[in-house]
């Protein structure tokens, strides 16, 4: 997979692959996150891209990404709340 946005390529991590499994979310899903979803920096090369789906009941979907060479993902987050986690997530 590649990444237009970032200009990269892509590798999922196994942990994310699982949870990929676990919650039906496919690779088009996640390629969509990454492209359109909204953005929210740790540092410069930690993040979190999230983005609602009307038509899944476990909204709002979230990646952890790691950004340096390649793209990484490293979790699949679902029914993420950003207000909640905010405090935590950030530095």
């Known amino acids: 997979m590649y990444s237009k946005r970032f200009s990269l390529n892509i590798r999922i991590s196994h942990h994310a692959k699982i949870r990929m499994q676990e919650r039906q979310i496919s690779e088009d899903i996640i390629l969509d996150i990454l492209e359109t979803g909204t953005?929210?920096?740790?540092?410069?090369?930690?993040?979190?891209?999230?983005?609602?789906?009307?038509?899944?009941?476990?909204?709002?979907?979230?990646?952890?990404?790691?950004?340096?060479?390649?793209?990484?993902?490293?979790?699949?987050?679902?029914?993420?709340?950003?207000?909640?986690?905010?405090n935590t997530l950030l530095p």
């Open 39 to 86: 953005t929210k920096y740790k540092d410069a090369t930690h993040l979190w891209i999230f983005k609602s789906y009307a038509s899944r009941n476990d909204n709002l979907l979230c990646i952890a990404v790691v950004i340096e060479s390649l793209i990484v993902i490293k979790t699949v987050m679902h029914h993420f709340d950003w207000i909640k986690h905010e």
